[in-house]
């Protein structure tokens, strides 16, 4: 089973750019990478979803190099609100056919003044 | 537009009681997922709908787990009888799910509920 690998916490001021990796070395051929971004006592958001390469939105961007067994979510510029738990998500083949969602343990970002 | 509605937002149970949790996905939306999240174990899913067919149930806990989906704009996942160790918030997710070669896992999270079961 595809497993991740993120830091387990991770300290920013204001202004900087935050980077995680999360190292996913058995990645399936048809599976995505996706992160999450969780807030205490709220539910997961979706922040951002690549196959390879780069993706970027409105919030962050998402570098996956070419043999895709590792990806980085970059945030430019935290502010105190970017402080919560960040997921990286890599869906599993299961021999069967089916597919398996795993949430690791993440990363608790904490963005200080 | 309404994301995932979810009911009721807190439940205080005794043990031995059935407790039903209700899922409302996003229109559109062909995948569902149920997911409990702890402390100790973190964010687990529980079991997955596609296309209202449970597509993958290992996670879910022993027998007194059921979840179903009779049409496409509702679940219910039910735990009977529960325990105290059961005590957790539960999230339900809608998304795209499979699509024509590859499976997207972009989800929208509903608000949770948090069940004690004391």
């Known amino acids: 089973l595809a497993k991740t690998t993120q830091p387990i916490s991770m300290d920013s001021y204001e202004g900087q750019e935050v980077n995680i990796t999360c190292s996913h070395n058995?990645?399936?051929?048809?599976?995505?990478i996706t992160w999450y971004q969780q807030f205490p006592s709220q539910g997961p958001r979706f922040i951002i979803q690549g196959y390879k390469t780069k993706v970027t939105n409105e919030v962050a961007s998402l570098f996956i190099p070419a043999d895709r067994k590792s990806s980085t979510l970059s945030l430019p510029r935290v502010s105190l609100s970017d402080t919560a738990v960040y997921y990286c998500l890599v869906g599993d083949t299961m021999r069967t056919g089916r597919r398996a969602l795993t949430f690791g343990s993440g990363t608790r970002l904490q963005v200080q003044p | 537009d309404a994301g995932v509605i979810q009911s009721p937002r807190h439940e205080v149970t005794e043990m031995g009681q059935e407790v039903t949790l209700r899922c409302k996905p996003i229109?559109?939306?062909?995948?569902l997922f149920w997911y409990r999240q702890t402390m100790m174990r973190g964010l687990e899913l529980l079991i997955y709908f596609n296309n209202n067919v449970p597509i993958d149930d290992s996670g879910m806990p022993e027998d007194r787990f059921s979840a179903k989906m009779p049409n496409a704009s509702f679940s219910t996942l039910k735990i009977q009888p529960s325990e105290p160790r059961d005590s957790a918030v539960y999230f339900c997710?809608?998304?795209?799910?499979?699509?024509?070669?590859?499976?997207?896992?972009?989800?929208?999270f509903g608000p949770g509920t948090r069940l004690t079961v004391t």
């Open positions: 997710a809608s998304g795209k799910g499979a699509q024509i070669s590859k499976f997207s896992y972009e989800q929208y």
């Open positions: 229109s559109g939306h062909n995948s």
């Open positions: 058995n990645i399936a051929t048809n599976d995505y």
